[in-house]
């Protein structure tokens, strides 16, 4: 609930019941009528003036006030939603930026180091990205790391994250996904870049790219940057070996 409503409904409340409980605190006085009724009826008979003031202007004023109030609040809540979103995104692709991947990936490998469950790191990285921009330009190159982003996010699962780890590399955590789930989600995504055709101002481009994947299962003894670092280890041999592939490398605990 919008806190505009909900300050305005409790401005409401306590508008009716501060005359209310003020009428009963009278009641309970030892110099009052002892029948509820004929207290009400006394009171309203020499004081009705005074009791439609009251409560018109109580049941007016808390409302008017927690409409303000949970007005405000609302605007600072929205603004620092955007503020924050905009820190944690990249602009271009909308994806999460290197903050954004540092931030999460702490969070999920504290997740797998409590429930044992396996997590996955998928690095990528578009094949001759820089000959774009070279024979394009770079708005050209631009418009295709936007698509790749979109076609990007269509091809991981729901849960996964995905962000813009910088220039043309992009990077995935997988959640508790093992060595043959990753495999899947790195083929898909690499068999729709590669049939997916890049058309503007009449230029068709096609485009491959490479991606790199380190599981880990259990506690393997290490933390969440190793695991970047043995992906972008992945990545570089499959450039290596001749691009538009995927390499794996899975780590389970060090007894086993």
Not at 72 to 94: F, I, Y
Not at 148 to 177: N, S
Not at 185 to 213: D, M, N, P, Y
Request: charge should be positive.
């Amino acid at each position: 609930m919008k806190k505009i409503l909900l300050y305005t409904l409790i401005g409401l409340l306590l508008g009716f019941w501060a005359p209310i409980s003020t009428l009963l605190l009278l009641w309970l006085s030892p110099h009052s009528a002892r029948e509820l009724t004929s207290f009400l009826a006394s009171q309203m008979r020499n004081h009705l003036l005074i009791s439609i003031l009251i409560l018109s202007g109580f049941g007016l004023l808390f409302p008017i006030f927690g409409f303000f109030l949970g007005r405000r609040t609302d605007s600072w809540t929205l603004r620092t939603r955007l503020l924050t979103r905009e820190v944690l995104t990249d602009p271009l692709t909308g994806l999460g930026n290197h903050r954004f991947l540092h931030e999460q990936f702490k969070i999920e490998f504290r997740k797998h180091r409590t429930s044992r469950r396996p997590i996955s790191c998928l690095m990528m990285d578009l094949d001759h990205f820089k000959r774009i921009n070279d024979a394009c330009g770079h708005p050209y190159g631009d418009y295709v790391l936007e698509r790749f982003a979109a076609l990007l996010k269509k091809c991981v699962r729901e849960r996964d994250l995905a962000a813009r780890y910088g220039g043309e590399e992009f990077l995935v955590i997988l959640p508790d996904c093992d060595k043959e789930e990753v495999r899947m989600v790195a083929e898909r995504i690499r068999l729709e870049t590669q049939r997916q055709i890049f058309t503007r101002h009449k230029k068709r481009i096609f485009l491959t790219v490479s991606l790199g994947a380190v599981t880990s299962y259990e506690s393997s003894g290490l933390n969440y940057r190793q695991l970047i670092a043995l992906s972008d280890r992945a990545l570089y041999d499959a450039k290596r070996e001749g691009r538009n592939q995927l390499i794996q490398t899975s780590l389970r605990s060090p007894q086993k």
